[in-house]
């Protein structure tokens, strides 16, 4: 009787500490692409240093993200999109084609992404301020 | 003549004796196979057997068990800490925060016995299906956005097994030969068997057993019946970066099995 006892209550144990053991990361990934694709989203706020610039009804830039991890924006620029993580910051790389048919890539880190609001963050060349986006999806 | 007449009475009488008895015989005559089985040894039913006597052994002291279904009615609220956690996501505070309980159900079979002659028990297991309000306790703001935030966002609806084991006292309550109150105590157990979202998995809060202090009261109608009211406080058993405490009350019926099957 006892060796049932133990047994059965090592099998609860274990069930009972090893009840999640997927991996994090790449939940995390998984939302967030969960979080912004078929979805358009619209720039509401800029913000670079202590200047804030708001775009709420106004005529401003969209850009949509599809599952297929295609997008395009309001500058008529479209491609590609991927996600990365890097050091714990979640890295939005973007490959676009412009008109002419050149190549346009640039990466932003997202910051905080939910189902209806997403910041995202930059730094430009030769600059040290950062740069925040604010978007809202439509 | 009067002799003529005595034997065939007689010869009938041995007739029928000798019948009865040759009926009697017949029945105790064993067929070949049931000679052999009663010389066979069944090792499988002595182990059935074995296994029985060393089961019950340890539960000596638990008589008088009684075998009742049970359904109740769940209302459930979870209040979650997140601690602070730093996290890539949010959720809008007023979309996600509900500061009401909700309603859920669940179903089961539980045994009412009696310890030592003496203390009054409950053994539950039950599938909860719980629908819970949610209660943030923190918010957070990104201006310029003007809504509040929380980063991280638990499961409202999961499925769970649940077992119980609660120390029933009688309560000395009006004519307890016809109905009995009880208060009820003791802890139980939640096992998490749906699926955990990732939105609750991110927060490393997608830990699956959850543990109750449970109370209560109970309406005892001659063992026919039990109408019961439980209030159950649960938390997860592992810590998780965001601390989830679920309040439940499950208010239900049980039915003595044996009334109706």
Known sequence: ?138 | MRTLKLIPTNFILIQIILFFLNSTLNAQVLSKKEKDKLYLIHPGQERIRKIKRTLSRPFVNFVGNELYLMSSLDLSKQNINDNGISSPFNYIYNSVNSNTFKAGYSAGFRVDGIYKQKHSYSLIFALNRITTGNKYLNKYSAAPFLEDFTHFKADNQFTTINVAMHYRKLLPINDMNKFKFYAIAGPSLDFKISNTSNDNLVAGSGKRALINADFGAEFDNNGYYIIFIHYKLGENIKYSSAQVVLNRFEIGMTIKASDLF
């Open chain 1, 1 to 138: 009787m006892k060796k049932i006892l133990i047994i059965l209550s090592t099998i609860m144990i274990i069930i009972i500490f090893n009840s999640c053991n997927k991996d994090i990361a790449n939940t995390k990934l998984d939302l967030i692409q969960n979080m912004i694709v078929n979805k358009t989203w619209y720039l509401d706020y800029s913000i670079i240093g202590n200047k804030t610039q708001s775009y709420v009804g106004q005529s401003t830039y969209f850009i949509t993200y599809l599952r297929n991890r295609t997008t395009k924006d309001s500058d008529g620029l479209s491609g590609i999109f991927s996600i990365v993580e890097n050091n714990g910051k979640f890295i939005l790389i973007v490959n676009t084609k412009t008109f002419n048919g050149n190549n346009l890539s640039y990466s932003n880190t997202i910051e905080s992404v939910g189902d209806m609001k997403m910041i995202q963050s930059y730094i430009s060349t030769g600059k040290t301020e950062k740069t925040m986006l604010y978007f809202t999806s439509k």
